[in-house]
C-alpha cells in the first residue's frame, strides 16, 4: 500500500469515527495554538535580546514555530475543521497561562521558550501515542524541539558563567514554569472531552489506565529534570 493509500484509509476512519475526529481536532489545534503564540513570543522577545546574532536566532526560530502552525493549520482544513473555529476554545487558556508566566527579561523568556513550552510538547508527545501514524507522525515533527534546545541551553549557561548570581532565580523560574505548564496540560484535557477520552481510551481504542498515567507523569517529571540540568540549573 502506498503512503497515499494509507493516508487515505487513516481519513477514511476519522470520517467514520466522529469522536476520535474531534480528540484529533483538538489535539492539532492545542497544538496550534501553542505554535502560533510562540511565533508571536519569539518575534516580539527577540527586541531584547542584547546581540544582533541573538535577534538574528530569535527570529530563525520563530519562523520554525510558524511552519509548525502552517502544518497543523493545512491538516486541520483537510480534516473539513475550521480552523478559526478549532482554536478557539483553547485560546483563553493559553493566555491565562502566558499571562501568568510573563518574563521579565530576556533569559526568563529563553527559559519560558525551552522549559515552559517543553513540558507541555512532552505531554502532548505523550497523547501522541494513543492516535493513528499519521497523526503521530505529524505531532512529533511539531512537538520537535532540539533546534531550539541547543541555542537556549548555550545561551542560558553561559548567562551564569557570566553571572552566577542569575542561576539562582532562573532556576526559581523553572519551577515556577513547570507548575503553570502542568496545570495548564491538565486544564485543557480536563476541559476537552474528547481529549479526555483520546488519553483514557474506549470499547475499540486502548488508552490509559491510571498506572499508566502515574508512569506519563514521572516520564515529564523526569524530562523536565533534564532540561534544568542541561541548562546548569536545579530542577
Not at 126 to 152: G, N
Not at 163 to 174: E, I, Q, T
Request: glycine letters at 6%; a negative charge; proline letters at 3%.
Amino acid at each position: 500500500m502506498t503512503s497515499e493509500s494509507k493516508n487515505q484509509e487513516f481519513d477514511q476512519e476519522l470520517a467514520n469515527d466522529p469522536e476520535y475526529r474531534a480528540a484529533v481536532i483538538d489535539l492539532l489545534a492545542v497544538l496550534a495554538v501553542g505554535e502560533l503564540t510562540a511565533f508571536e513570543r519569539m518575534a516580539a522577545d527577540s527586541v531584547l535580546a542584547p546581540t544582533y546574532a541573538d535577534k538574528a536566532a530569535m527570529g530563525e526560530l520563530a519562523t520554525i514555530e510558524f511552519k509548525h502552525f502552517i502544518a497543523l493549520r493545512n491538516r486541520l482544513i483537510e480534516l473539513g475543521a475550521d480552523p478559526e473555529v478549532a482554536l478557539e476554545p483553547f485560546r483563553q487558556t493559553l493566555e491565562e497561562f502566558h499571562t501568568k508566566t510573563k518574563p521579565t527579561d530576556w533569559l526568563e523568556g529563553l527559559m519560558k521558550a525551552f522549559v515552559g513550552d517543553g513540558i507541555g510538547l512532552d505531554f502532548y508527545r505523550e497523547i501522541s501515542s494513543y492516535v493513528d501514524p499519521r497523526t503521530r507522525e505529524l505531532v512529533l515533527e511539531v512537538c520537535d524541539d532540539l533546534s531550539q534546545a541547543a541555542y537556549v541551553v548555550d545561551r542560558i549557561r553561559l548567562a551564569i558563567v557570566e553571572d552566577p548570581k542569575v542561576a539562582g532565580r532562573l532556576a526559581l523560574w523553572g519551577r515556577r514554569l513547570v507548575g503553570e505548564a502542568l496545570s495548564q496540560a491538565q486544564r485543557v484535557a480536563a476541559e476537552r472531552d474528547a481529549l479526555s477520552a483520546l488519553i483514557i481510551g474506549g470499547i475499540d481504542r486502548p488508552g490509559a489506565d491510571l498506572a499508566e498515567i502515574g508512569r506519563m507523569l514521572a516520564r515529564l517529571t523526569e524530562s523536565h529534570s533534564r532540561r534544568m540540568a542541561d541548562l546548569g540549573l536545579a530542577a
